[in-house]
């Protein structure tokens, strides 16, 4: 589990490149990232990570650490509203587009896709 985020962490950062900012603020020079794990979920490196979080919690069986990272996680889960109206202004209608065919936190099934037209 910690192999699969820490893969899925590097393999996020590297999509991301340039476009990486320690705040919810795009700059002018972002370019839109759809590749990469974000052809699946918009946001991949909260879900790594939880996943790591998560695999830390198992591997020292500590039910504070899972509940510490629980909670992070919610800040995360908040942050991303935030995150995604600045994307939203700074994007348009290709983030929109973007945000229909892809799943916040998990991918979409064929059949959520289907559901949702």
């Known amino acids: ?3 699969m ?3 899925l962490l590097v393999w996020t950062f590297l999509c991301l490149g340039k476009n ?4 919810v603020v795009t700059r002018q020079q972002h370019a839109l990232v759809i590749h990469g794990p974000y052809r699946w979920v918009r ?3 909260y879900d790594s990570a939880a996943l790591l979080m998560m695999a830390v919690s198992v591997i020292a069986a500590n039910w504070f650490l899972l509940l510490t990272g629980g909670l992070a996680f919610a800040l ?3 942050r991303t509203h935030t995150e995604e109206e600045k994307l939203l202004a700074r994007f ?3 983030y929109r587009a973007y945000m229909q065919r892809t ?3 998990l991918p979409r099934t ?3 896709s289907i559901a949702r037209l």
Do not use: K, N, Q, S
């Open 1 to 3: 589990m910690i192999a």
């Open 92 to 94: 348009g209608e290709a």
């Open 5 to 7: 985020a820490c893969g």
């Open 20 to 23: 990486l900012t320690d705040t």
């Open 110 to 112: 064929r059949a959520t």
């Open 103 to 105: 799943g916040r936190f």
């Open 43 to 45: 946001h991949p490196l």
């Open 76 to 78: 995360l889960v908040v």
